[in-house]
């Protein structure tokens, strides 16, 4: 109740079978080069938010808890090795928006995440009685992380706002990335700085423009196998975003980002980086019921996953994708259905060469 606050309580499971190859050979039968991975995972999120008063204002806190196990199973085509890993994380949050005045709010937050994590490598070995495995030792990893942000919001009037935030992040390395890395990869850790405006003209139309910058120590990246780079990256740039509601059925977005990304020790562009991306849609409430949704993503060239230095592989081409959806939804009852890539590029997102 809006006395007592809104206590959310959520369980979920996954379960994923992933048949990969990696380097196919035309020279060895496909069914000797699958590898599979075999992950079994259990979230739990428990989230309290209160709205309450304070100094005849009103303001808001969100506290929570989190916590996420997963059981993986990771065994490499022909012969091995087999990697098995147990993972949990246990994250607490909170976050405060508090009404300095009728047009100033701030924001700050903290989560804090505790990672467990154990390792072990199997080696499938040939005995006068046939081929098993083998179980290796098993090894342990333990981090503790937290992160914090801080922002503000200046509504001006109620077409032209102003907002900046300050913030710290981390990223644990996910499954896969650990059951291939070397030794001693670590999680990476970020600052986040971001500065803006919203202006909005006659109800219909809203503009946001935010100057970012953003460095990460320890970002993680794969060359054979998952590593951290040795320079901090440094991304600086600006998004736009653009919304157009042209009538009351026919809706118009937009969005354009600018990104340099930037190694602080070389100077090199970091690689998979796109300096341009944009994003444009249109949705079509073409009666009640039913609505028409078309986007299309516009990626632009990037460095080759291991070109480091910028000087050894061609980049990655430019490319376009668009996609539809329809929905029907009355009386409770929805349904959807679409198609991705309609035009059927051929694309690559990443590449390792």
């Known amino acids: 109740t809006e006395r007592f606050g809104y206590l959310k309580i959520e369980r979920g499971y996954r379960s994923r079978e992933n048949d990969f190859i ?34 005849s204002r009103e303001h808001s806190i969100l506290l929570g808890v989190d916590h996420y196990f997963i059981d993986y199973v990771r065994e490499e085509a022909p012969s091995g090795p087999r990697k098995n890993s147990q993972s949990e994380n246990l994250g607490f949050f909170i976050n405060n928006r508090w009404s300095l005045t009728d047009k100033t709010l701030f924001q700050l937050g903290y989560r804090g995440n505790r990672y467990d994590g154990r390792f072990r490598t199997d080696q499938l070995v040939a005995f006068p ?6 179980n290796g030792e098993e090894e342990n990893r333990d981090w503790y992380n937290d992160a914090w942000d801080l922002g503000i919001t200046y509504a001006y009037s109620k077409q032209f706002n102003l907002f900046a ?16 890395s070397i030794d001693g990869l670590k999680p990476q850790k970020g600052l986040h700085l971001d500065a803006g405006g919203r202006f909005g003209f006659m109800d219909k139309m809203e503009i946001t423009v935010t100057l970012f910058n ?27 975003d653009l919304r157009y509601q042209m009538t009351g059925s ?18 090199a562009e970091v690689p998979l980086v796109p300096e341009n991306m944009a994003s444009a849609g249109m949705e079509w409430r073409v009666f009640k019921p039913l609505k028409l949704f078309l986007n299309g993503t516009l990626v632009g060239e990037r460095y080759d996953g291991n070109d480091i230095d910028n000087t050894t592989y061609e980049k990655l081409d430019p490319y376009l994708v668009c996609n539809t959806r329809a929905s029907f939804q009355s009386r409770g009852f929805k349904v959807f259905s679409g198609v991705n890539n309609i035009f059927d590029e051929l694309y690559a997102n990443v590449a390792y060469s």
């Open 214 to 240: 953003l460095v990460i120590e320890d970002e993680i990246y794969y060359s054979e196998v998952n590593r951290n780079y040795e320079d901090s990256t440094v991304r600086r740039g600006i998004e736009t």
């Open 22 to 55: 990696i380097g196919y050979s035309h020279i060895i039968d496909k069914e000797e080069q699958v590898s599979e991975i075999d992950e079994q995972g259990k979230t739990l999120l428990v989230t309290y938010d209160k709205d309450y008063t304070f100094f």
């Open 165 to 180: 935030s300050c913030a710290t992040s981390f990223r644990i390395p996910n499954v896969d990335e650990l059951a291939e």
């Open 250 to 267: 026919f809706y118009l977005w937009g969005n354009y980002t600018y990104t340099n990304a930037r190694f602080e020790g070389t100077d």
């Open 129 to 134: 009685e046939g081929k098993r495995w083998v």
